[in-house]
């Protein structure tokens, strides 16, 4: 987040004029050993049990891809065409994502509420998949899409796939013995804000002349930009097949996650901006997100374990599960 990344980078700078540099040893990885080839599996249709993707393969027409989120008993659609005011950003030309209950028919078909049905079939040749979808007061069609599962199917994934909405942040900054550490909604951020300038007030006046004179402490304590950040959304939804449906108010992305440790650390991916990282938990029934701040890894990986007892920079998002 651009405040707190300003945040992290002076103050984890300043506590380099304590310090004396260390270097990390370096490891050499081996790289992976050979790989055989992957077996055959032959194609079996999701029950409504479980949590499907179908994305659609052919080009032009109105549905880019439809998923069925048993956990939560909803189904998402993705659109291809502007349907509402709402603003959208995507894979492929995808600009409005319609959401809803389904009902699991016979058939591999479902009835999804407010949109019309899809039904799941094999194609003539047996070896892919169709989409016989057909929305309400519209013509049925027949699209090829391929199949994407569940990327994990442990405990925390089940927990963390649900439409979640948010409630407070939660902000912990530590230079050496100085600690500030607050935790509001959003319409307690400016006064949390106000709080923050006697903190960096007293913790600058300890810091050398030389430092003091290039800071800002009004323009570091401005969180205005924090609702633009990419991981900052009022709204999200994650599903266990990867996507991750995230909304503020007009806007509504069609994103993609992966762990990258499970059940702690995941990559949230937008269409139109890099790899975001962030920590995952849970405090009694609320999902926690951390962002990762990469200024203050970088300086942590360059100066070794001093910098990460003198100095912390943390957010924390909690989001309460919208039933």
């Given amino acids: ?3 707190l990344s300003k945040l992290a980078a002076f103050f984890a700078a300043s506590v380099l004029v304590f310090a004396a540099c260390s270097k990390d040893e370096e490891k050499s990885d081996p790289g992976p050993g050979p790989v055989g080839p992957e077996p055959i599996v032959p194609l079996v249709i999701p029950s ?14 109105l549905i880019d891809f439809v998923e069925i989120v048993p956990t939560t008993g909803n189904y998402i659609v993705g659109e291809r065409q502007a349907a509402s005011g709402v ?14 209950k389904f009902t699991a028919k016979e058939g591999n078909e479902y ?11 094999f194609n003539e040749a047996g070896d892919g998949f169709l989409l016989s979808a057909t929305p309400t007061d519209g013509a049925t069609v027949e699209l090829p899409v391929t199949l994407q599962k569940s990327i994990a199917y442990d405990a925390t994934t089940t927990q963390m796939s649900a439409a979640w909405e948010l409630a407070t942040v939660r ?29 960096l007030e007293s913790v600058v006046d300890d810091l050398p002349e030389s ?7 009004y323009e570091m304590a401005d969180f205005s ?15 266990t097949t990867g996507t991750a449906i995230t909304k503020r108010p ?27 990282t962030a920590g995952v938990s849970f405090r009694n029934d609320q999902l926690c997100i951390e962002p990762v701040i990469p200024q203050v890894e970088e300086i942590k990986a360059q100066m070794g374990a001093f910098v990460t007892l003198a100095f912390s920079c943390r957010v924390f998002v909690y989001f309460d599960k919208v039933n």
Wanted: aromatic fraction near 10%.
């Fill in 250 to 276: 007009e806007e509504c992305v069609v994103a993609s996650w992966r762990w990258t440790e499970s059940g702690k650390s995941f990559v949230i991916s937008f269409p139109d901006q890099g790899d975001n």
């Fill in 171 to 199: 902000i912990d900054l530590k230079v050496l013995k100085d600690e500030f550490n607050r935790e509001c909604t959003l319409e307690e951020l400016p006064q949390l804000q106000e709080d923050l300038i006697p903190f």
């Fill in 48 to 61: 409504s049990n479980t949590a499907a993707r179908y994305n659609v393969t052919s080009e032009g027409g």
């Fill in 1 to 3: 987040m651009k405040t």
């Fill in 87 to 100: 603003k959208t950003r995507a894979d492929k030309d995808v600009v409005r994502v319609v959401e809803g």
């Fill in 111 to 121: 009835q999804l509420n407010g949109w019309g049905t899809v039904i799941v079939k």
């Fill in 211 to 217: 430092i003091r004179e290039s800071v800002d402490i």
């Fill in 225 to 239: 930009d924090l609702t633009s950040n990419p991981l900052f959304f009022n709204q999200v939804q994650f599903t």
